[in-house]
């Protein structure tokens, strides 16, 4: 089994900026592709981001693209979301998911393993 803790969530002023952390625990040595996903209130959950361990390239969703940076460990299952010029639009909560299992990364059925979420909000 593997657990996913997030971290960093907060409360911020429109504009500002929020570092989001995520560690995979796991029990073997495998390395996992890790992703970002956001749900706000009455939303769908959608993709943010994604560290793809197989290339070291990741990739983020239209909305957060030149805002948002997500870095990967290049020894550990863990991943960082540096969320900057925020907007109240990005108010959410995050989810990190490890363990990709087809090449569809935006897609929420391709992650295996869902951590329990941090809040963001931004207020303006």
């Known amino acids: 089994q593997v657990q996913l803790v997030e971290s960093g969530g907060g409360l911020v002023q429109a504009g500002g900026s929020l570092r989001l952390s995520c560690a995979a625990s796991?029990?073997?040595?495998?390395?996992?592709?890790m992703a970002w996903f956001r749900q706000a209130s009455g939303s769908e959950r959608e993709f943010v981001a994604v560290?793809?361990?197989?290339?070291?390239?990741?990739d983020y969703a239209d909305s957060v693209k030149g805002r948002f940076t997500m870095v990967g460990d290049g020894a550990r299952n863990m991943v960082s979301l540096q969320m900057n010029s925020l907007k109240p639009d990005d108010t959410a909560v995050y989810y990190c998911?490890?363990?990709?299992?087809?090449?569809?990364?935006?897609?929420?059925?391709?992650?295996?393993?869902w951590g329990q979420g941090t809040q963001v909000t931004v207020f303006s």
């Open positions: 998911a490890a363990l990709l299992t087809s090449a569809d990364y935006a897609r929420q059925s391709s992650w295996v393993y």
């Open positions: 796991v029990r073997s040595s495998s390395m996992y592709s």
């Open positions: 560290f793809k361990r197989n290339d070291g390239r990741t």
